[in-house]
């Protein structure tokens, strides 16, 4: 129940944020002393070199430990959703910044000593620098990108099978982990008119376990679509 309320609340957030923005110039594109030095369709949907929008997409992941007890041995599915909001870093280069907010569920399947679920579910903020690619064709362009990106564990649960138990993902026993996350994204976008499409690469450099020596990160990749405003 708690994750369909936070998906919905965000993907409803995404939705109603267009409607109550004030219209504006569109410039997401070069600027050439006030004249557009690429044609108009270029900067079609964005208005005033900021965008706006949404993605809803799916997870792999795993969980990626020195602690033999937490390493996955295969990788785990998960949901994605949120708002994303992008602004041009100055107008004669095509270099963006975008962040937003999003639910991401994460974790990883283990078989050390059972079955073991690893069920991490976050609030995450990233911060992409994308550099837009354009090509001929109705609003086309490829949107390569790197970035940071921090997130905080706000419920999941450890299945144990063999044992038929469940406990709290996140807690201070050293089987739980911490709630706060962060690391680097590395992915390409794709976007024709206002539809968007993303894969990326998260690779966790916080330690989200509890031991100091045995250091534990999360790891994955991400299949997201959306449009764009």
């Known amino acids: 129940m708690k994750r369909r309320f936070l998906i919905t609340a965000i993907i409803a957030a995404a939705v109603m944020l267009p409607q109550i923005l004030p219209a504006q110039g569109h410039v997401y594109m070069y600027d ?7 044609p108009a369709r270029y900067s079609q949907n964005y208005l005033g070199g900021t965008y706006f929008g949404f993605r809803f997409g799916i997870n792999a992941t795993e969980v990626s430990s020195e602690a033999t007890y937490l390493e996955s041995s ?6 994605v959703a949120g708002i994303a909001i992008g ?7 095509p270099v963006f910044l975008e962040t937003g907010l999003l639910y991401s569920e994460k974790g990883g399947k283990s078989d ?3 079955d073991f679920s690893y069920n991490l579910n976050y609030l995450e903020v990233p911060f992409n620098f994308k550099y837009m690619i354009y090509f001929p064709g109705p609003g086309i362009s490829v949107q390569p990108f790197v970035g940071p990106y921090f997130a905080y564990g706000v419920g999941g649960y450890v299945k144990d099978f063999g044992a038929r138990e469940a406990y709290h993902s996140f807690g201070d026993a050293d089987y739980q982990f911490k709630r706060f996350d962060g690391g680097l994204k590395v992915g390409c976008g794709f976007s024709i008119q206002a539809f968007y499409a993303e894969v990326n690469f998260n690779v966790g450099l916080a330690n989200i376990g509890h031991d100091m020596f045995d250091e534990t990160h999360n790891r994955g990749v991400s299949l997201t679509v959306g449009v764009n405003f």
Do not use: A, D, T
Request: hydrophobic share 15%; aromatic share 4%; net charge positive.
């Open 74 to 79: 295969s990788p785990r599915g998960g949901l």
């Open 112 to 114: 050390y000593g059972g």
């Open 32 to 38: 050439n002393g006030g004249r557009p030095s690429r």
């Open 87 to 93: 602004q041009q870093l100055g107008p004669r280069v």
